[in-house]
């Protein structure tokens, strides 16, 4: 599998990125998972729902499926801060291409999303991780690069970018899993 990250400050675009990105692979006839981080709080249950119902039993781990889907709840009993590497694993083997949201300071190879807009700083001068940036506005980058610049708006040519490139992105999981 392939895996590449999509990091970048809350409002430079990654989840509109990532989404037309999951698209455009999916059209290509590759099967594609997404990580995503969340915030502490996030919840994807519903009061009231069997799933719920038994979590808040105290379950430590809920599945619930049916034909067409599967779904893995796990509630830690203490915070645990499980690595990017750590929910890769968790994914289905057979996937082309996984994308992951969030985890900035990861140590994938990724892709940085910057808005001028946003008025916040870049972090591919401090980041060898980070291999090209997809940016609305490029001219306003506020340091030069040598990394490849893509149009954020263009997520036809940010995933020929990454087929193009595939190689660089074969993911072998750290030797710690």
Same mark, same amino acid.
């Given at each position: 599998m392939k895996v590449v990250g999509f990091a970048g400050y809350s409002g430079a675009g990654k989840?509109?990125?990532?989404?037309?990105l999951v698209l455009e692979l999916r059209h290509r006839g590759l099967r594609v998972s997404v990580v995503k981080h969340a915030h502490h709080s996030f919840d994807i249950d519903h009061p009231g729902k069997d799933s719920y119902r038994h979590r808040e039993a105290g379950a430590f781990e809920v599945v619930v499926a049916s034909n067409r889907r599967l779904v893995l709840q796990r509630q830690f009993e203490q915070e645990a801060e499980l690595s990017v590497h750590h929910l890769i694993a968790e994914l289905y083997d057979g996937v082309d291409w996984v994308l992951v949201e969030g985890f900035k300071e990861s140590d994938l190879l990724k892709v940085e999303v910057w808005r001028a807009a946003a008025n916040r700083p870049v972090r591919y001068p401090d980041d060898d991780f980070v291999v090209a @940036?997809?940016?609305?506005?490029?001219?306003?980058?506020?340091?030069?690069?040598?990394?490849?610049?893509?149009?954020?708006?263009?997520?036809?040519?940010?995933?020929?970018?990454? @087929?193009?490139?595939?190689?660089?992105?074969?993911?072998?999981a750290p030797e710690f899993l």
């Open positions: 989840t509109t990125l990532v989404e037309r @940036i997809a940016t609305d506005s490029a001219s306003a980058l506020p340091q030069a690069t040598l990394r490849p610049v893509l149009d954020l708006n263009d997520a036809h040519a940010v995933a020929e970018w990454l @087929i193009h490139n595939q190689d660089r992105f074969h993911y072998s």
